[in-house]
């Protein structure tokens, strides 16, 4: 069987990741609910609250793509980079349900160059905040503000709150 149940009772296809309606809350539910990190943060630190975060660094024509970066992984969990690279196919499931995700979302193209780079920084903020161990912080980042994690509940309220408010003002 290549099914999962989703939050809202719905039967996600592994197969046909393209012939799923997608609603935000199998997206919202699911991602506050992974950890970053394969769970080695200092505290829990959700893949929903990480994509609000990229998504207000953007600009606005920017901001659903950042709030949407990491959807593939409400289907997929939070694999670590290093992990991913070594499970070859892998990747190419990722890819194609973020497009699906991305499609049924009104975004038919490939994320823009500057998500990367903000997940760049992001990403050295959340290591300085979130993990156990002391790196150098780019001097011009040092001043980003510190990242207080959110509980998975809280998490899916501020996903949702910041999908219904860049969904608005388009």
Same mark, same amino acid.
């Given at each position: ?11 996600? *296809? ?5 012939? $799923? ?14 950890? /970053? =990190?394969?769970? !080695?943060?200092?505290? =829990? ?14 600009? &606005?024509?920017?901001?659903? @793509?950042?709030? $949407? !970066?990491?959807?593939? @992984?409400? =289907?997929?969990?939070?694999?670590? &980079? +290093? ?5 070859? *196919? ?14 049924? $979302?009104?975004? =038919?193209? @490939?994320?823009? +160059?500057?998500?990367? /780079? ?9 290591? /300085? ?9 780019? +001097? ?7 990242? *207080? +994690? ?12 910041? $999908?219904?408010?860049?969904?608005? @003002? &388009?």
């Amino acid at each position: 069987m290549n099914t999962i149940l989703t939050i809202t009772g719905r039967t996600f *296809d592994y197969n046909n990741p393209e012939g $799923f309606n997608y609603s935000i809350e199998d997206i919202a539910h699911p991602l506050s609910n992974i950890c /970053r =990190f394969g769970g !080695h943060c200092r505290s =829990f630190y959700s893949v929903a609250q990480h994509s609000v975060i990229i998504a207000n660094l953007l600009p &606005k024509e920017l901001q659903m @793509e950042g709030l $949407f !970066h990491d959807a593939s @992984e409400a =289907f997929t969990v939070d694999i670590p &980079k +290093p992990l991913k690279v070594l499970l070859g *196919d892998y990747n190419v499931l990722e890819k194609r349900i973020l497009t699906a995700v991305l499609n049924h $979302f009104g975004i =038919f193209h @490939e994320l823009s +160059p500057e998500i990367k /780079r903000v997940e760049n920084i992001v990403y050295e903020v959340e290591v /300085r905040d979130l993990m156990n161990t002391t790196i150098p912080v780019t +001097p011009k980042f040092s001043e980003f503000e510190t990242i *207080d +994690p959110l509980p998975p509940k809280e998490a899916k309220e501020l996903f949702l709150a910041t $999908f219904y408010r860049i969904r608005d @003002e &388009k």
